[in-house]
């Protein structure tokens, strides 16, 4: 059994969870954690969680109680190691300082010097070590590089985990910010959100083919592509990908940005890449019935830096609501049954904090779509937002009616 400590919005990530592992595998644990059962989870792959790790040991009671149980199981496991150990601690969920933490990493690597084994602390600033000091230490990424995740549930539950690795933060602000081509006027889609969108499509399923070595790969299409952001992360989880837009500009920048991106990464897949300049209210892809999946941000409308009176409110939902609806009708028709799609629409809040939804929202099954249903979340948890900002994006998980 794994655990991950889930981001920012824990409800996006534990969504993403679910969509790859399942339901029956995924739990909750805590505000800010989900325990997964499988021997095919893959922390690398994820977008929505921070970190991840392997459970040793599963316990009860308050910081204290736990902190003398971690440091007798690893005084023993670790004694007389051959190799110097570095560490770090990091505990969610405990009503407990950064030097209480600190205070148990401190006490078991005393207990080891006398056994003849090398630890080095890693400092806490807090309860929990940032996702930039795990990953830049490297920890979970070794044997000798060691995180225990230390996480208590509301109901007085403890796992500990030993990490298997934090976030890549160097590689997603890389592929965010040191691409060739940028444009903040159609906005800047984070590349966690688009790899969690792609996971939320559903595992990668390799079509089956009647020969043994020419089985395609799997075809995701982005019919919003902007600057590639969706594309490049389906490419580094296996597709092959096929991306449109209305501006040949950015047509042009995805070509350029992806092209990059397979230059510059051995985990981006080497195989096709479709681009065209194209209306996805009315173009045919060649490609739709190859297609393994549909990941999209869609026509958001105007960004707003403060809650629009409800006259200019109610006019861009209109438009972005005609737009969104004849893109769904175009596609509905090209695609195979049961067809997974992820897509991201505008939703608004208000000074109030609630939102403003798209009609059509309730005329999914009218326009041919039928929404997966989560085990785990409600289909109002799954909006994408900063604090202070208006225009969320809320996903649809959904996939094309049989």
């Not at 690893?74 to 190691?81: E, G, R, T, V």
């Not at 208590?152 to 690795?165: H, K, Y």
């Not at 992360?233 to 501006?247: I, M």
Request: proline fraction near 6%; aromatic fraction near 6%.
């Amino acid at each position: 059994m794994y655990i991950a400590i889930l981001g920012r919005q824990p409800a996006l990530g534990v969504a993403e969870l679910e969509c790859l592992y399942g339901g029956a595998a995924v739990r909750w644990f805590g505000a800010q954690a989900a325990t997964i059962t499988s021997d095919a989870f893959a922390f690398e792959r994820l977008g929505g969680s921070q970190k991840a790790g392997r459970v040793v040991l599963e316990l009860r009671g308050n910081w204290l109680a736990v902190s003398r149980q971690i440091v007798r199981h690893y005084s023993a496991q670790w004694q007389d190691a051959s190799h110097k150990i570095t560490l770090g601690m990091s505990a969610y969920g405990f009503s407990v300082s950064a030097r209480e933490v600190q205070k148990t990493g401190l006490i078991l690597k005393t207990k080891l010097r006398a056994t003849g084994t090398s630890l080095r602390l890693i400092p806490n600033a807090a309860p929990a070590l940032n996702t930039a000091t795990s990953h830049h230490n490297k920890l979970g990424r070794s044997p000798h590089h060691i995180e225990l995740l230390v996480v208590r549930a509301q109901d007085g539950r403890v796992i500990v985990a030993e990490s298997v690795g934090a976030q890549n933060i160097s590689a997603l602000a890389a592929r965010d910010q040191a691409r060739p081509r940028t444009d903040a006027f159609v906005g800047m889609l984070p590349p966690k959100l688009a790899r969690m969108m792609v996971n939320m499509a559903g595992p990668l399923v390799q079509p089956s083919s009647t020969t043994e070595h020419s089985a395609p790969c799997p075809v995701l299409l982005d019919p919003f592509c902007g600057t590639g952001t969706v594309l490049q992360e389906a490419l580094l989880l296996g597709y092959d990908v096929c991306g449109s837009d209305l501006n040949p500009k950015m047509v042009s920048y995805t070509s350029e940005n992806l092209t990059w991106l397979q230059h510059r990464s051995a985990k981006a897949t080497p195989g096709a890449v479709h681009s065209v300049q194209a209306d996805a209210t009315t173009h045919q892809w060649s490609l739709a019935q190859q297609l393994s999946a549909v990941v999209c941000e869609t026509y958001l409308g105007q960004p707003f830096s403060a809650p629009p009176a409800p006259a200019k409110l109610s006019a861009v939902r209109t438009t972005c609501n005609h737009i969104i609806s004849h893109f769904l009708t175009n596609l509905r028709p090209q695609l195979r049954p049961g067809t997974p799609l992820v897509i991201a629409v505008p939703a608004w809040r208000g000074s109030d904090g609630q939102f403003t939804h798209l009609p059509l929202i309730t005329q999914l099954e009218q326009l041919g779509y039928q929404r997966r249903l989560l085990q785990h979340v409600r289909p109002t948890d799954l909006c994408y937002y900063r604090e202070n900002q208006v225009v969320a994006r809320e996903l649809l998980v959904m996939e094309v009616m049989k």
